[in-house]
Each structure stands twice: as structure tokens, then as C-alpha cells.
């Protein structure tokens, strides 16, 4: 079955930096399209960066654009988020997608 675990999310001052990883199962990895999701308390999930199968095509969000690089390793089964100038509002709890498929987030929060 389709596994999506993400990790790499953790407490982080603003101006910090995380890189986040999702580890794919159950699927042809580099056939597919991934995507980046988050979702702040009280909020609704919001898209952040898809990354084509092959990686050479991404799409950001503007909320994140120039900050935050979406890439993927196809060897590795494995998509990542670097996120760079990270603010307050970019905690939220970060979850990956691909088939239909979610998994269950990493928390992100950025705090003096």
C-alpha cells in the first residue's frame, strides 16, 4: 500500500532554516508527481510546491517562493523541502501527497 512518512520538522528561531523529507512506498516513485501541503492551526491546507516526476518542473506558492526549494531523489524514493528565512507563519504542520494519498505531517514551528 501507497506510505508517505514525512520528517524533518522541529522548533526553529525566524530567519532559521529545515529541510524536510517525505520517504515514498507502495508506488513507482519516479512516475509521479509530488506535492508539499500545509496546514496552520484554524486553517485550511494550503498547497506549497509540486515537483514533476523526473524534478525538472516545480511550482511554489508565492507565500514561499525564493524561500523555500522543493526537489526529489528518485534513487532514494524520497522528496525534500528546504526551507530557508523561515518566519512565525510557516508553522503549521507540513505533509506530503502524492496518488491520493497524505501522510501524517511533520510539525514545523518557528519561534524566538
Known amino acids: 500500500q501507497v506510505q508517505l512518512v514525512e520528517s524533518g520538522g522541529g522548533l526553529v528561531q525566524p530567519g532559521g532554516s529545515l529541510r524536510l523529507s517525505c520517504v515514498a512506498s507502495?508506488?513507482?516513485?519516479?512516475?509521479?508527481?509530488m506535492t508539499w501541503y500545509r496546514q496552520a492551526p484554524g486553517k485550511e491546507r494550503v498547497l506549497l510546491a509540486s515537483?514533476?516526476?523526473?524534478?525538472?518542473?516545480?511550482n511554489y506558492a508565492d507565500s514561499v517562493k525564493g524561500r523555500f526549494t522543493i526537489s526529489r531523489d528518485n534513487a532514494k524514493n524520497t522528496m525534500y523541502l528546504q526551507m530557508n528565512s523561515l518566519k512565525p507563519e510557516d508553522s503549521a504542520v507540513y505533509s506530503c501527497?502524492?496518488?491520493?494519498?497524505w501522510g501524517r505531517g511533520t510539525q514545523v514551528t518557528v519561534s524566538a
Open positions: 507502495g508506488f513507482t516513485f519516479s512516475r509521479y508527481p
Open positions: 515537483i514533476s516526476s523526473g524534478g525538472t518542473t516545480t
Open positions: 501527497f502524492a496518488l491520493g494519498y
